[in-house]
């Protein structure tokens, strides 16, 4: 379980001083109506992140009047395209009765889509109560749906410490990078100026513990995220909110982009056994520790690997000294794969391209000896340069 430390914003009830042009950095306060009248909200989401987000906002009666749920549409998944995958904040949706809406198939479409009642059409200026939350939804909202709701009601929740790790994957690139702290921030969505770019509404810091899966990682802050948006929402209706312009970017700052199938392959040469297992507790939900066979011309997939304690003994010759060569250990049952630095991985069950996953002791034995070298070993190099099969 991860600990959390709650830093609660101050409120401010009197009238707001007018601020200078040059006093960019000076933190914003707006009423924004009346107290008591609940937002109508349009949420888009589609991940487990977005879903736990959305139990906490849904419990909280007293911040909305409606909800409507804006999500991935099915589609068909797998080599053979025969999976059907179906967004689990669909799924929450359809549970909790809620309204839910599915955007088109096609990415360009979502330029002209246009939401359901009561957010389109207007009739005039954007109510004050319609509300467009955000979390881990995986696309850009375009300028022509953010403009059908106030600049001010459009808010994502973001699971870094902003300004660092704006972009699509802060959870997995921190753990990658080996942070040991982080956030979940409730922000504006700005039209112009950059992704994740806005004024920030609240944070919530949180400690990374060594160790820690990105699945722990998500839930929690997904959580924290959930309350943290609730007293916003809060705020916000009574006019006490407070927005705090982000930090300017460093060439330090740390991004967040994409995750690709080259995050998902160790580089034996360059990377320790405990850089190896990092990388397996980011990326493992998403798409297995990937390496290449050369002798055998085909991908193996590594999973569960854990660090080979470096004082179990001398095993160059069980395993060699060459990073990347690997063999069976009987005691353990595993594959040992030599790592930089000396280290050692251990890997309990492996699968190859095109097979079923199973104990190493298995896929050793399917391993033929003219993929061997002469000391029995057999070597995971990088994938070659055309890119993972």
Not at 1 to 22: E, F, G, N, W, Y
Not at 97 to 124: M, Q
């Amino acid at each position: 379980m991860l600990l959390l430390r709650v830093r609660v914003l101050p409120t401010l009830r009197t009238k707001t001083p007018a601020r200078s042009p040059s006093s960019c950095s000076t933190r914003r306060y707006h009423r924004v109506r009346q107290p008591g009248e609940l937002f109508n909200i349009l949420y888009f989401g589609r991940d487990e992140f977005s879903c736990q987000v959305f139990e906490k906002l849904h419990q909280a009666r007293d911040v909305w009047k409606s909800i409507t749920v804006a999500t991935h549409p099915d589609q068909m998944i797998g080599r053979k395209r025969d999976l059907l995958s179906v967004s689990p904040l669909k799924n929450l949706g359809h549970e909790l009765n809620v309204p839910v809406v599915t955007i088109p198939h096609v990415r360009s479409e979502l330029r002209t889509w246009k939401p359901p009642s009561p957010f389109y059409p207007l009739a005039d200026a954007p109510p004050s109560n319609h509300l467009l939350l955000t979390a881990s939804f995986g696309r850009i909202l375009p300028s022509r749906l953010l403009d059908l709701f106030k600049p001010t009601h459009t808010l994502n929740v973001h699971p870094s410490a902003l300004p660092a790790y704006r972009g699509p994957a802060p959870i997995q690139r921190a753990i990658l990078n080996d942070e040991h702290k982080t956030a979940v921030c409730i922000i504006e969505m700005k039209r112009r100026g950059g992704i994740d770019a806005g004024d920030v509404l609240g944070r919530i810091p949180a400690a990374i513990p060594t160790g820690t899966p990105y699945g722990a990682l998500r839930d929690d802050l997904a959580k924290a995220g959930g309350d943290l948006l609730v007293s916003v929402l809060r705020s916000m209706l009574e006019g006490t909110e407070m927005r705090t312009p982000q930090d300017p970017l460093t060439s330090d700052t740390p991004h967040a982009p994409f995750i690709t199938a080259a995050d998902s392959q160790p580089d034996f040469a360059h990377e320790t056994a405990t850089d190896v297992v990092r990388r397996h507790l980011a990326l493992a939900h998403h798409k297995p520790l990937t390496t290449y066979f050369y002798a055998a011309t085909r991908t193996v997939q590594l999973h569960e690997p854990s660090v080979f304690p470096p004082d179990a003994g001398n095993l160059e010759t069980a395993v060699g000294s060459q990073p990347g060569s690997a063999a069976f250990h009987r005691p353990l049952q595993s594959v040992l794969v030599r790592c930089a630095q000396g280290t050692v991985l251990r890997v309990p069950m492996l699968k190859s391209e095109f097979k079923s996953l199973m104990p190493a002791k298995s896929w050793w034995e399917g391993v033929q000896r003219q993929w061997k070298n002469p000391k029995g070993h057999i070597i995971f190099t990088n994938f070659p340069a055309e890119g993972a099969a």
